[in-house]
């Protein structure tokens, strides 16, 4: 996915706007002129200025289509790929808390692995043993409360 | 004499020792693997700092960033491939020399010269630092309003390919600093209602998003293909070191300075030490035509350079609390978290921490010799490793390790949305170091800012006022002088050129 200047331009100058105005609604420190509004609206402007000179950039240079796809992603499933470990992330954010660290992560890297066609045995023997080290590492030596959901607590 | 001895006391211990050994091997490995660069390795360091005292903390992390820079050079040696950014800038002169059979003269050029560098760059800053905190204990708030924005703005101009997609990144950093509570008003921005952003953004699972899960998405995308044309056979690396010292003892001592004043420069690092260290050494090269062809002169002068700058930008970082690069970036964060907090005051409470942080710099580079010859060993063996087991276990340790920042679900969520922004970024040549520093810088920038006003009535005559803030203040507005002449004179080149065309 790359934007070309004139579509990023855009995207910035609004983005700045937005920002700006929004900043305006932000109370003053009372008796002083410069309060939690004045940051914001100073990168409000820097976004805009930017987005106008590729506005300007993207004016001289006509013809470029608004969105490209990189080479990479003219690949077939390439998009899907990434998009298919964003919602591995997502899942997990959504079901460890009730399944369990180790049930989800090892199935969320048996999809991944499973994905960049990784034999069947070596995804499932890879992602068990990766799951069960990082539970060790993570939570019996630093401590981490990974979420058990489920699962029992293991031996270690 | 005597918080040297504690210093000493500090750091041998078998404790810190192994740490440090842990550290190194981590550094390695992810710096020798193309696409995860020495501050993916630091920022995967964090989670596991948490539970550890602070000096194998803070020893770990130094130890894993110097080996990470040095590794970086084994696959640009073996491969093409660059394994960290600072190593691209003379990425193809060193597989050039291994393909004419010299894969052993120039890595072992990579291991002395990188461990030479990274000494030069302590010894500065082991006798630099001290001095400059003297003069730093009488900084006022227009004082470090103006570093740091000198920080910002060689982040974002020195080195960048494109001046203006480097200050869109720096503002996004900004715009982020800007969210939550912690601002000097006190008041929620850029919060929606979401008691979490409150806190603001948290800066570990950022910095795992933007520098390791976007490269996981890209590995991915592209289906993690393995690499090709490993060139196994290295000799002995340790062959005519002598001999390299005695020929290129003028680059080494021009890559050592030179690397280490851009690190000691808040916000430029160890990538533009190498890229400037390359292209000076081509300038004064009695040689430069050879320079592409397989040619060691260059490869010195810049794997001394970047391994200086890694050292020398803890300079800044400690005496300033501004971040030299975006490791001590996300150096000066875990300080904080340590009770270590940044500044000239860490000198005159904490010697013995400070002592015993020089003394681990020491240490690494000397492991790096050492360790230095068995990753190379090792290398062949490294780079077959399939990617496509790699990239999800390291998501794996990705998301892990944003949770493990707070211990809240929250930080995977900020690890999610800042994995996929430094993707976009990435696809669309956005750099994304300003970004971190704007993330790290934003807070100190604006708070000097206001403080100064307040003390000032408003007024901005008083970041002139005092006789070191005006200096500071006038260089600031020399150095954005340069960038615009800069661009200027690109801009009239170009339309030269084309006009040339037409």
Redesign the interface.
Known sequence: ???SDTM?GAV?LVFGLA?GI??QS????PG?????A???TA?AI??AA?GL??LA?GWRSAGVPLIMR?E??R?P???L??LV??L???A??LF??TIGFIPV?TL??IV??R????PWW?AIA??IC??LV?DYI?RS??????PFGLMPRMPW | MDPIIAAFELVMTWQVLTTLLMAALFGLLVGAIPGLTATMATALLVPLTFFMDPIPAVGAMVTCAAMAIFAGDIPSALLRMPGTPASAAYSDEAYAMTRKGQAETVLGACVLFSAIGGLFGTAVLIFAAPALAEIALNFSSPEYFWMALLGLTCSAFIGAASPLKGAVSLLIGLFVATIGLNNPAGVPRFTFGSTEMMAGIDFIPAMIGLFAVSEVFRTIAAGAPPWEGVQGKVGNIFRNWGGMVKTYWRQQIRGNVMGTLIGILPGAGADVAAYVSYAVSRRFSRTPEKFGTGHLEGIVESTSANNASLSSAWIPALVFGIPGDTITAIVIGVLYVKGMNPGPTLFLFNPQTIYAVFLIFILANLLMVPLGWVAIKLAKRLLQAPRTVLMPIILAFCIVGAFGSNNTAYGIIVMLVFGVLGFFMEENDIPIAPCILGIVIGPILERNFITTMIKSDGSIVAFFDRPIAAGLGVFLILVWLSVLVGVIRQRRSGQMSEADQT
């Open positions: 996915m790359r934007f990023l910035l920002g929004y900043s932000f109370p003053a420190i002083q002129r410069y309060g939690a004045a940051f914001p990168i820097g976004f930017c000179a590729m950039a990189t990479w992603t690949k499933g390439a998009l790929a990434v470990t964003i591995c992330v997502v997990y954010i460890a808390r992560m969320i890297l991944l692995f994905m960049l066609h990784v070596k890879y992602a990766a799951t990082t993570f030596i630093l401590l981490v409360p990974l």
